[in-house]
């Protein structure tokens, strides 16, 4: 039953374009509107009680209204939502973080994900004097114009622009390459002229595709090699996937990383971390320039204080256990069913593609069955599970999920992969 929310969209589309604000929300035949979040689970406004696995797309690493951020985020409120002025718990926040993350010394702040991505490269380009940047097929960094640019077929082909409105010129500095390959990679880096590859260590916005044993050290050592800075964008992997993030949990440190999602603890957050030599010519100190009026806000840094201090080895442990036994039950599911499916992972994130085998970059990923999985997901909201609506997504756990969650959701991709059977 989801009459209020049907009612609630038809009003939505009058005023925003679609009905929502940022696409991905806006699934067939309407979305879900979501009135409360708890721990684990989100009620909707017709009552329903659904089990979250998007997680705000990736932020909510300790659940809905965690008590160590909700008081955290009230304390400051109650000093000041907004200084314009240095504050510090915004120092404290960027001590912890650069303390966590190998090979970064210096952070600045930024208010999502894509500003992370965009100032970065600018960076990169400020830094090595050249123009070029390299991004995976598949890979997604933000809404911005240099990296919105459509998978080609072909490492080192120009890139068309991948939406209205972004001009040729663009993204015409922007080349690609197939994540996982490193042939790909030599070949594009072997002018000499590339200003950064900039890449999702575990790419998250294509699924979940994990990078091949030696993949990042094998790009590490080629971008060393022709001078290039490689930019680990960890804005989903950043604290989900272990402390350090993927730096550390692959044990490969990148020139910058940018940071989104869970440092924010579900308020808006961006940063980008990196070499002293790189963060010292960022403005004031340097000529490349960074600036946004919410950046480093006491607000966000509170929260993102909160979950830093609470993110300890064994909340890691706890969520790289549920992980796996998610993803061993999915596994057994396919494996019974004798189904054309496959389940990638890394920790806490994971994802099922249908109609695959195996999906190890950007176009395997794009190969897989789009509408099968739209099918399997309004299967899960039904059941009470509310999954991101794409193939081209990643599923989330919390600290917060018990065994009767992971449970729940076995039983109920089971009746769902059941029902889209025939067609994978
Ligand atoms: C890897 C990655 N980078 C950058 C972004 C952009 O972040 P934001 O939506 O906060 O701008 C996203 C968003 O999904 C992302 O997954």
């Given at each position: 039953m989801r009459e209020n929310s049907e009612r609630l969209f038809a009003r939505s589309r009058s005023v925003m374009p679609g009905g929502?604000?940022?696409?991905?929300?806006?699934f067939a035949p309407f979305p879900s509107f979501i009135r409360r979040g708890d721990g684990p689970l989100l009620f909707d406004v017709d009552g329903n009680r659904l089990v979250d696995f998007c997680l705000g797309y990736g932020p909510l690493i300790l659940g809905h209204g965690h008590p160590a951020v909700f008081d955290a985020v009230m304390r400051q409120a109650n000093e000041g939502l907004l200084f314009g002025a240095p504050s510090p718990n915004e120092l404290e926040f960027a001590e912890k973080l650069v303390g966590r993350l190998?090979?970064?010394d210096m952070v600045r702040f930024a208010n999502s994900g894509g500003e992370a991505t965009m100032h970065a490269l600018r960076l990169a380009r400020g830094f090595t004097g050249r123009d070029k940047v390299v991004k995976a097929?598949?890979?997604?960094?933000?809404?911005?114009?240099?990296?919105?640019?459509k998978p080609g077929s072909a490492a080192m082909e120009a890139c068309l622009p991948g939406?209205?409105?972004?001009?040729?010129g663009a993204v015409g500095s922007t080349l690609l390459m197939e994540f996982n390959d490193v042939e790909a990679a030599a070949g594009v880096l072997?002018?000499?002229?590339?200003?950064a590859v900039i890449v999702e260590?575990?790419?998250?916005?294509?699924g979940v595709v994990p990078p091949a044993p030696g993949y990042l050290r094998e790009l590490r050592r080629m971008t060393e090699e022709n001078g290039t800075l490689l930019i680990f964008d960890?804005?989903?992997t950043g604290l989900r996937v272990a402390a350090g993030g993927a730096q550390e949990l692959y044990g490969v440190e990148a020139d910058l990383c940018t940071l989104g999602k869970a440092i924010g603890g579900g308020l808006p957050a961006g940063a980008v971390a990196g070499r002293r030599d790189i963060m010292e010519l960022v403005s004031p100190q340097g000529p490349v320039y960074m600036a946004g009026t919410?950046?480093?806000n006491p607000l966000t840094a509170a929260a993102g204080l909160a979950v830093l201090n609470h993110l300890d080895a064994a909340v890691y442990r706890s969520l790289d256990s549920k992980g796996g036994t998610v993803v061993q039950g999915l596994r057994d599911i396919i494996a019974d069913r004798r189904l054309k499916a496959c389940v990638n992972s890394v920790g806490s994130m994971f994802q099922i593609f249908l109609g695959?085998?195996?999906?190890?970059n950007g176009s395997d990923a794009a190969a897989c069955d789009a509408a099968a999985f739209r099918g399997l997901f309004l299967h899960m909201l039904g059941e009470g599970h509310y999954l991101?609506?794409?193939?081209?997504e990643s599923l989330f756990l919390c600290t917060e999920h018990q065994k009767q969650h992971l449970d729940g959701l076995m039983e109920a991709f089971d009746s769902g992969l059941r029902e889209v059977e025939r067609s994978v």
């Amino acid at each position: 039953m989801r009459e209020n929310s049907e009612r609630l969209f038809a009003r939505s589309r009058s005023v925003m374009p679609g009905g929502v604000s940022s696409p991905i929300r806006a699934f067939a035949p309407f979305p879900s509107f979501i009135r409360r979040g708890d721990g684990p689970l989100l009620f909707d406004v017709d009552g329903n009680r659904l089990v979250d696995f998007c997680l705000g797309y990736g932020p909510l690493i300790l659940g809905h209204g965690h008590p160590a951020v909700f008081d955290a985020v009230m304390r400051q409120a109650n000093e000041g939502l907004l200084f314009g002025a240095p504050s510090p718990n915004e120092l404290e926040f960027a001590e912890k973080l650069v303390g966590r993350l190998p090979g970064a010394d210096m952070v600045r702040f930024a208010n999502s994900g894509g500003e992370a991505t965009m100032h970065a490269l600018r960076l990169a380009r400020g830094f090595t004097g050249r123009d070029k940047v390299v991004k995976a097929v598949g890979g997604f960094h933000g809404a911005h114009d240099a990296l919105l640019v459509k998978p080609g077929s072909a490492a080192m082909e120009a890139c068309l622009p991948g939406s209205a409105g972004v001009p040729e010129g663009a993204v015409g500095s922007t080349l690609l390459m197939e994540f996982n390959d490193v042939e790909a990679a030599a070949g594009v880096l072997e002018g000499g002229d590339v200003a950064a590859v900039i890449v999702e260590p575990v790419m998250g916005n294509c699924g979940v595709v994990p990078p091949a044993p030696g993949y990042l050290r094998e790009l590490r050592r080629m971008t060393e090699e022709n001078g290039t800075l490689l930019i680990f964008d960890e804005v989903i992997t950043g604290l989900r996937v272990a402390a350090g993030g993927a730096q550390e949990l692959y044990g490969v440190e990148a020139d910058l990383c940018t940071l989104g999602k869970a440092i924010g603890g579900g308020l808006p957050a961006g940063a980008v971390a990196g070499r002293r030599d790189i963060m010292e010519l960022v403005s004031p100190q340097g000529p490349v320039y960074m600036a946004g009026t919410f950046s480093g806000n006491p607000l966000t840094a509170a929260a993102g204080l909160a979950v830093l201090n609470h993110l300890d080895a064994a909340v890691y442990r706890s969520l790289d256990s549920k992980g796996g036994t998610v993803v061993q039950g999915l596994r057994d599911i396919i494996a019974d069913r004798r189904l054309k499916a496959c389940v990638n992972s890394v920790g806490s994130m994971f994802q099922i593609f249908l109609g695959a085998d195996e999906v190890s970059n950007g176009s395997d990923a794009a190969a897989c069955d789009a509408a099968a999985f739209r099918g399997l997901f309004l299967h899960m909201l039904g059941e009470g599970h509310y999954l991101p609506p794409s193939q081209f997504e990643s599923l989330f756990l919390c600290t917060e999920h018990q065994k009767q969650h992971l449970d729940g959701l076995m039983e109920a991709f089971d009746s769902g992969l059941r029902e889209v059977e025939r067609s994978v």
